[in-house]
């Protein structure tokens, strides 16, 4: 049988050595539980207690109690830390979180989405911030901005690594003087833009983007005519990737520079200060460019989406729409009907909700 059009195979019969490892890993699993909690349950904050959590954590990384149980054990080993000397004392916490850290590689090589795992990694970094002199809690950020690099090399779309690049960079930026942080926006702009130079589709890579731009123009307190030399930039840079229209990735980011056409998102965005005939000069230049993305893309539905948006934004900065604006877009709902039938009663009710002229 099939579902989905998937073929349903019937599972392998298992054979009685197979079923017996799986019960005694079940066992074992289920005593190490047990003793884990005994020992939390005596306040056991010993090294074997730790290297049974990590037994555990190991088995079952989501089991995000057992990652509570290793904060309350590390702290204890923080506290005993802090009776000695103080160069005594720096050097056994970084000890300690250095190890943790490392205990942390392995599982999210074979769990990178989850949560616990992430979640558990940050604290062990701002815990280097409150207890360790900034020089050192510094030096653990730096090197956790090389791997988070690594991973993304490895997998340039895990929306997790780049959420946590982002968290790793804030902090640095934190961490630094002024000059500093703005020269680390800079290369995370450029670190950015090579990204997406590997891979068009990386829409992580492109939201990332949008996100230094912002940072990048308040941090050279730019100017409105840099301002819109950025945004020249930008389009001509969405332009030369559309040459592939069909990439759904690009046309989020599309959208994205769109606002800044927006009356209503404008002052968020990096030209704020456009006026009414310049935004509507930009849109209509816009429209006419996307209009040539249908030759020899007439099947794809990106290019109508973009082009009923636009249209509906030169209404918005002019305050109404035109007949000649209206039926364009009634002829681009009728052809996205045809081309995504699936949704054929969205495009209805859009058509529908359309001011009459």
């Known amino acids: 049988m099939a579902s989905h059009g998937v073929r349903r195979f019937k599972p392998v019969e298992k054979t009685p050595e197979e079923r017996q490892q799986e019960l005694q890993k079940i066992y074992e699993y289920r005593s190490l539980e047990r003793l884990v909690s005994e020992e939390m349950a005596e306040q056991e904050y010993t090294a074997e207690t730790l290297k049974n959590i990590s037994d555990l954590l190991s088995r079952n990384p989501e089991y995000y109690t057992v990652w509570n149980y290793r904060r309350q054990a590390l702290r204890h080993q923080f506290s005993d830390a802090e009776g000695s000397s103080e160069e005594v004392s720096t050097n056994q916490i970084a000890e300690l979180i250095k190890d943790d850290l490392v205990f942390l590689i392995p599982l999210l090589r074979s769990f990178p989405k989850c949560y ?6 940050v604290w062990l970094l701002n815990e280097a ?48 003087t002024p000059a500093e942080a703005a020269s680390m926006t800079q290369k ?25 731009i912002l940072e990048l123009l308040e941090e050279q307190s730019a100017s409105d005519d840099e301002r819109r030399g950025m945004l020249d930039d930008e389009l001509a840079l969405i332009h030369r990737a559309l040459i592939d229209p069909y990439d759904q990735s690009l046309w989020f980011y599309h959208q994205n520079l769109m606002c800044v056409f927006d009356p209503a998102a404008a002052g968020r ?41 636009c249209t509906l934004l030169v209404s918005k900065v002019a305050g109404q729409l035109s007949t000649e604006d209206r039926n364009q877009i009634l002829s681009w709902l009728s052809e996205l009907q045809q081309l995504d039938p699936l949704r054929k009663q969205r495009w209805l009710d859009f058509e529908r909700t359309l001011p009459n002229v």
Not at 144 to 164: A, C, I, P, Q
Not at 270 to 290: C, D, F, G, T, V
Not at 292 to 300: I, K, P, Q, R, V
């Open 188 to 212: 995370e702009f450029e670190y950015a833009k090579n990204m997406i130079g590997a891979n068009l589709s990386n829409f992580s890579a492109w939201h990332y983007r949008t996100k230094l």
């Open 116 to 121: 616990w795992i992430w979640n558990y990694r």
């Open 269 to 309: 965005t990096m030209a704020p200060s456009l006026s009414a005939s310049e935004r509507l000069q930009y849109l209509r230049n816009e429209i006419e460019a996307i209009q040539e993305m249908l030759d020899g893309a007439e099947d794809c539905k990106y290019i109508y989406q973009a082009l009923i948006e």
């Open 129 to 176: 911030r409150h207890l360790l002199p900034l020089a050192v809690s510094r030096q653990f950020w730096q090197e956790e901005l090389k791997l988070v690099g690594k991973m993304l090399t490895l997998d340039s779309r895990n929306f997790h690594g780049w959420g946590y690049r982002r968290l790793v960079v804030e902090t640095l930026k934190q961490l630094g």
